[in-house]
């Protein structure tokens, strides 16, 4: 049996391509039912028909009231259908929004709880829709680690953070990636200052807000009065968070659990990077496990490791090699990799 660490992903993930993932392969249509029934209750659309639109439209789809759903449930879905005859799980962790997702998989929520969690927290950011995101690289195409361009490009955004009328902060440290949040004059000055990169990058990301900063202080506050600590419980499997901190079964204080996922994580940098590393050095997994939707959070994740040295990986080349070789990475949004874990 191998054992393996699973990653939950966030926003962004559920894009085209992946219209009818829930259809395809969510496996539990009574839970299915259970998140519909919650959406319904809200007014909501419901995710059977999000999940079975004609098309995919990026001005529906990706609004957070709607993505965090479906993205919620795919995770979840993925996380059931993994095959634990063969595979021991021994700790999950997630990206952003995905964190949700991990409180679920990792037996802190129940399934309904944890759709009631990301549900509600999607709503609030799409109600609110404060400031704006973009991604840009510090590493090329080789995914070689360039510390001295990371700490440039992080001198660059408190530089403009610290003008009058400007906001920005680092939102997700995301492997050979950052995330930079704040508000349209931030955002607008960055993308000013630095040099087009992969043809692509600085990007901003449609429909997301200035996550993990605090400019969503009031989202935060209204999350803390409609999800009570109640919710929480004991987890069921080691869940790492957004700072690279473990919550233990049986030693879990849940009144902190909640206060950190409706008050830190939701302002305060996430640090993907470490939360993996963590993963990588504590856990030793034979197999990091993606869960879906979408493809886009494998590349953050190999970066993330070759940033950490695991197995003395030093590029992208020495990531193709060992993964041609023993794969320990399976993104379960690719149907050939999806089989090796279901």
């Not at 700072?243 to 079964?249: E, H, N, T, V």
């Not at 830190?264 to 590393?277: K, L, M, P, S």
């Not at 197999?287 to 953050?300: N, Q, R, V």
């Amino acid at each position: 049996m191998k054992t393996a660490v699973v990653i939950c992903p966030g926003r962004g993930t559920y894009n085209k391509a992946e219209l009818g993932y829930l259809s395809r392969h969510f496996p539990d249509q009574v839970l299915l039912s259970d998140f519909d029934a919650q959406r319904g209750a809200q007014g909501q659309t419901t995710l059977g028909e999000l999940d079975g639109a004609s098309r995919f439209s990026v001005a529906t789809h990706t609004r957070g009231d709607n993505a965090s759903a479906l993205i919620y449930a795919a995770t979840l879905g993925d996380f059931l259908s993994i095959d634990r005859a063969r595979i021991e799980i021994v700790a999950v962790t997630g990206n952003s929004m995905g964190w949700y997702s991990a409180l679920a998989c990792g037996g802190s929520l129940s399934p309904q709880d944890g759709f009631r969690v990301s549900n509600t927290m999607g709503t609030l950011m799409q109600n609110a829709l404060i400031g704006g995101q973009l991604i840009y690289p510090f590493v090329g195409e080789d995914w070689r680690p360039d510390p001295a361009r990371r700490a440039a490009l992080l001198n660059l955004v408190a530089d403009i953070a610290s003008r009058d009328g400007h906001v920005l902060a680092l939102s997700i440290a995301l492997g050979g990636m950052l995330v930079l949040a704040g508000n349209e004059s931030g955002l607008a000055a960055f993308e000013k200052a630095v040099e087009p990169a992969q043809e692509r990058f600085p990007m901003r990301l449609a429909n997301h807000a200035a996550f993990h900063t605090q400019l969503q202080a009031p989202v935060a506050n209204e999350g803390r009065e409609r999800l009570p600590a109640s919710l929480f419980g004991q987890p069921d499997l080691p869940m790492i968070d957004g700072r690279g901190a473990i919550w233990w079964p049986g030693a879990t204080d849940t009144q902190a659990l909640w206060d950190y996922t409706l008050g830190a994580q939701v302002t305060e940098a996430y640090d993907f990077t470490r939360a993996v590393t963590v993963a990588a050095r504590e856990f030793a997994p034979d197999l990091f496990i993606i869960t879906g939707p979408g493809t886009t959070l494998g590349g953050a994740v190999a970066q993330s490791l070759i940033l950490a040295e695991w197995y003395g990986m030093g590029d992208k080349g020495d990531f193709r090699a060992r993964q041609d070789h023993a794969p320990f990475l399976a993104s379960m949004g690719m149907p050939d990799q999806r089989a090796t874990v279901v």
